[in-house]
């Protein structure tokens, strides 16, 4: 499937050159264009590999002590499909330690659903990614996925918890067969805001998806961990509907059979090219220019069939045994604390692990930012095999 056709001009033309080798691996030379500004091509058809399976590398720019590739690697679409993703690897230098290093699976917050919009595509991506210097000090292997469809061919199903867990795990399998990084079975999976809702459904569906996979631990800032709950606050704030917006969008992606009449009004359809034009902050103002009222036809979760979709993406539905380290800012307007308040409810119901910590002050980007040291030492916890703590 491939995305609406639009060009995104020179400035994407430069965000995806240094996409280009990588791309172009995907498929024999012969391939179809796609439309002006994306910066690489269409496959035909991609050859057949296992999940995690690498596809193409190439060398990138990395902190001191460390390599990094730009990846692409095999995944699989919530329907089954083999779909390529990208991503960035980063492994210390040297030889690892017996049974290999730890893989710290960093996954990122909203940033768009453009393909110009992939972290991959940042020249300086390998510094941007939180703590990296000290996990590559403490001789761990950080893996960050794109996500599916973000940067490479098809619709990124955004906020569709299955697809960016999947997406996760795999690029963790793909640090493994990469060779010269040394990446041992043992994963801690570490994640803000969309990214925190793939930590949470990784940490579900890893056990049947990738049981070769030995998840230590997840780490969730402010998550995404129930749509539902954050949908109704954004459709009635002018100033976050174009969330709505893309998580409408998202989900269609992943669920074809999603009508998006039946969300969006006509003279938001008429502009869905913004969503494949821009990233997350100027689709929102974008969205938030627009007169009060005109953008949804109503609230998605008053949709019955969106409603039942979105409910398979609220996390803590289905018990788990990987310990999880919960964050949160009492200030988030983007992902109220009544959220994840309501989640580390639910989790520890069921039974699971839960350590939660709420930071007085914080908003959506402080508490991400202020917790990276509180992380560090959690996930070294569960390194060093010590008894994870709780709140439930």
Known sequence: MTKRGFGRGAAALLLAAAALVAGAALAPASTTGRSAGRGSTT?????????????????????????????????????????????????????????GRPVVAWAHGTHGLAD?????????????????????????????????????????????????????????????RLPGTDAGANLLVYGHSQGGQAALFAAELAAGYAPELHVLGVAAVAP??????MLPGAARNPALVGYVVMAAVGLHAAYP?????????????????????????????????????SVIVRNPVEVPA???????????????????????????????PRQSDLYVARACALGDRVLYRVYPGQDHVGARDVSVRDVEAWIAGRVAGTPAPSSC
């Open 116 to 176: 110009a919009c992939a972290p991959s595509r940042a020249i300086d991506v390998t510094y941007r990614l939180p703590g990296i210097r000290d996990f590559i000090r403490a001789g761990y292997v950080v893996a960050a996925t794109d996500y599916e469809g973000l940067g490479t061919p098809g619709e990124h199903p955004y906020l569709v918890g299955a697809s960016e867990a999947r997406s996760v795990l795999d690029i963790a399998r793909a640090a493994r």
């Open 306 to 336: 969106v409603a039942a979709l979105e409910a398979r993406n609220r996390a803590g539905n289905v018990a788990t045994a990987v310990p999880q380290f919960v964050i949160q800012g009492d200030r988030d307007l983007l992902v109220p």
């Open 224 to 229: 995404v961990s129930d749509v539902t709950t």
């Open 43 to 99: 496959p035909r058809r991609l050859r057949a590999g296992r999940p995690g399976d690498v596809i193409s590398t190439t060398p990138i720019i990395a902190p001191a002590g460390s390599r990094a590739w730009r990846v692409l690697y095999h995944s699989r679409a919530v329907d089954g499909r083999d779909v390529a993703v990208s991503g960035v690897i980063v492994a210390p230098t040297g030889k690892g330690p017996p049974g």
């Open 257 to 293: 059979s999603v009508d998006l009449g039946t969300v969006l009004t006509p003279p938001t359809l008429a502009r869905l090219s913004i969503v494949d034009q821009l990233c997350s902050d100027d689709v929102v103002d974008a969205f938030a220019e627009l007169p009060p009222g």
